[in-house]
C-alpha cells in the first residue's frame, strides 16, 4: 500500500460511523467484555431458558 492510499479520505454513513464507535467503546470497556464472555459460557454450559419458560417461573 502506498502513502496516498493510507491518506485517502473514506466517507461513510452517519450512522455507520456511530456503530463503529459504539462497537469500539463496548471493545474496549473491560467489565462488559467480561460479562459477554460469562453470558457465552453460560449458553455453551446450557444456562439458558426461552422466554416463555421464564415468564412461566415469574408467574407460578
Known amino acids: ?3 496516498e492510499a493510507k491518506d ?4 461513510i454513513k452517519k450512522s455507520d460511523l ?3 464507535e459504539a462497537t469500539i ?5 473491560e467489565e462488559v ?3 459477554l464472555k ?3 459460557q453460560d449458553i455453551k454450559e446450557g ?3 426461552t422466554t416463555k419458560k421464564l415468564l412461566r417461573e415469574l408467574k407460578d
Open 1 to 3: 500500500m502506498t502513502v
Open 8 to 11: 485517502r479520505l473514506v466517507s
Open 47 to 49: 444456562k439458558t431458558r
Open 33 to 35: 467484555m467480561r460479562q
Open 25 to 29: 467503546e463496548t471493545l474496549q470497556n
Open 38 to 40: 460469562e453470558s457465552d
Open 18 to 20: 456511530e456503530s463503529l
